[in-house]
């Protein structure tokens, strides 16, 4: 009955329609939203404790997720292994491939924990001021600790975001959220008996929130019928045939992330040495532009597993349809933001301002309303980015991104920023800088674009191939009715 009562449910909704979309991305855009603000409600309650902490947040918590990247991007991809075997109804190799990246975030959460001794002597080794790089290895070693919660709770998401069942990974990220930002303000500023940890309470804060994410996945999954429909509890043997696939496709996935951070974390430590003041504004743009690009992260997962369950089923027109009408929601709402950061920058810095204003915040503001026009410049090629990039992984073209990611990444960003720190004049550095990164991510989404318009993903699959034929149903007319 359970079993019939979930088909009834799914089948309400037609393919490759807007409705399927909106049903499946809301829910992560709002999940990811909420994230989005937890970080700028971080980088706000730092900028009140002091300058010092808000420029070694960045540069800290981007090394920290350069690192985990491989092992997170490896994990995520369990969402294309568990949407390809749900669209081609093989539900106990979905439990299967959970259960595989259950064992990768274990290992790989144990790994990573070997980087806490060393952060005090690579910080060192990096050249930021000195006081930053104090706060810059408390911040990144706690942050290591709840790197094995982190990977266990996303593997976990998969199986629900690969199915489609987006609702609970939103109320799961949302308690997530709410909790961060309470423990944030108390153990940063310090509460009744909590003292006051500024830099180390926003990262400890972090960990308890990984935390408690993985306990109310798990607590999920035993409480709901979907383990017993999908026999979870029946499936955790290692198996390796699977786990083998699933590193061979994943880790492509976790390379492109690992190189798409080291880049932007390598291009954040460069413009840190050429100063506190473009430091700190370089923070709080990217913080600004995370309320834009996080959300789309969310449209992202959501084209990545249509596309991997139209794959699944044979369909991969239907999956034209689907990424087509996911960009044109997305460039729109990149565009409003573009808008929004170029006619109201006053008003988005206003949170960041301490109550006593410094000479410091007042030239770091200055440089973080120039910086608000770059994102609105490179805010359109996000989204390009983000859904042609997306869909191409979900049928399993990690090879291509990891490789295109890697050439541009190095040639158009972090070597020309690079040779802009070495030899430009110093009032030149910060606006050089960026924009070798606005071209980066320009080249980057009109690459994917062109990528996906070749259609070579269209004859990919994670999965066997005899568990995915193609269905004669499927249209071959991939932009008729697109965007209706």
Same mark, same amino acid.
């Given at each position: 009955m ?10 309400? =909704? ?7 979309? &909106? ?5 992560l ?10 970080? !700028? ?9 002091s300058?010092d902490?808000v420029?070694a947040?960045?540069p ?13 991007? *490896? ?18 190799? =979905?439990s /299967?491939s ?20 060393f952060?005090?002597t ?9 006081? !930053?790089?104090t706060?810059?290895a408390?911040y ?5 600790l ?6 266990l ?9 690969g ?11 949302? =308690? ?12 940063i500023?310090?509460?009744g ?5 500024g830099?180390r309470g926003?990262? @400890?804060? &972090? ?6 994410t ?8 035993l ?14 043997q ?5 786990f ?16 798409? @951070?080291? #880049? ?5 430590v ?5 100063g *506190? @003041?473009e ?7 990217f913080n600004?532009?995370s309320?834009?690009f996080v959300?789309m992260?969310?449209? #992202? ?23 087509w ?7 729109a ?6 808008v ?10 206003r ?9 410091d915040?007042?030239?770091?503001k ?17 989204a390009? !980015? =983000? ?6 992984? #979900?049928?399993?073209d990690?090879?291509?991104c990891?490789f ?14 690079f ?7 110093a009032? /030149? ?6 924009v ?18 070749a #259609? ?8 066997e ?10 249209s /071959? ?8």
């Open positions: 359970e079993d019939s009562a979930l088909n009834q449910h799914t089948s309400t =909704v037609t393919p490759g329609s807007l409705r399927e979309l &909106t049903n499946v991305a809301v829910p855009v709002l999940s990811c939203g909420s994230l989005s603000i937890m970080h !700028v409600v971080d980088r706000i309650f730092l900028t009140w404790w300058t902490a420029a947040a960045l800290a918590g981007m090394i920290q997720w350069t690192i985990m990247s491989i092992a997170m991007g *490896k994990a995520m991809y369990v969402n294309t292994f568990v949407a390809q075997y749900e669209g081609a109804n093989q539900r106990q190799r =979905v /299967e959970v259960w595989q990246g259950v064992y990768l975030a274990l290992i790989w959460g144990g790994l990573l924990l070997l980087g806490v001794p952060a005090g690579f910080f060192h080794w990096i050249g930021h001021t000195p006081e !930053v790089q706060l810059e408390e990144f070693s706690i942050l290591c709840g790197s094995g919660p982190a990977l709770s996303t593997v976990l998401s998969c199986f629900y975001t199915r489609s069942q987006t609702m609970v990974v939103m109320w799961v990220n949302l =308690v997530s959220v709410l909790v961060n930002m309470l423990l944030d303000y108390w153990l500023f310090g509460v008996p909590i003292p006051a940890l830099i926003a990262a @400890i804060a &972090t960990v308890a929130a990984n935390v408690v993985l306990l109310l996945y798990l607590f999920i999954i409480a709901k019928h979907e383990a017993r429909l999908y026999g979870l509890f029946n499936h955790w290692f198996n390796r045939e699977l083998v696939r699933l590193i061979r496709y994943g880790f492509p996935n976790g390379l492109l992330y690992f190189i798409d @951070i080291i #880049g932007f974390t390598l291009f954040i460069l413009v840190g040495r050429i *506190k @003041i430091l700190a504004a370089t923070t709080i743009a600004l532009n309320l834009a959300p992260m969310g449209v #992202g997962t959501a084209v990545m597993t249509l596309v991997g369950k139209r794959i699944g089923e044979g369909r991969p027109q239907l999956a034209v349809r689907t990424t009408k996911a960009f044109a929601a997305s460039a709402y990149m565009l409003l933001f573009a929004i950061y170029i006619g109201f920058p006053d008003l988005l810095l949170p960041y301002e301490p109550d006593i204003i410094t000479e915040f007042l030239k770091v200055q440089a973080a309303v120039i910086l608000l026009r770059f994102a609105a410049l490179f805010s359109f090629f996000d390009l !980015v =983000v859904v042609f990039g997306s869909a191409i992984r #979900g049928a399993g990690t090879r291509f990891m295109f990611s890697l050439l541009t990444g190095w040639a158009v960003m972090v070597i020309p920023t040779l802009i720190w070495m030899y430009a004049d009032d /030149e550095k910060l606006f050089g800088s960026w070798a990164c606005t071209s980066y991510i320009s080249i980057m989404g009109i690459g994917y674009l062109i990528r996906f318009q #259609g070579r993903w269209k004859e990919m699959r994670v999965i191939d005899h568990f995915a034929e193609p269905n004669p149903e499927d /071959e007319q991939p932009m008729q009715g697109a965007l209706t």
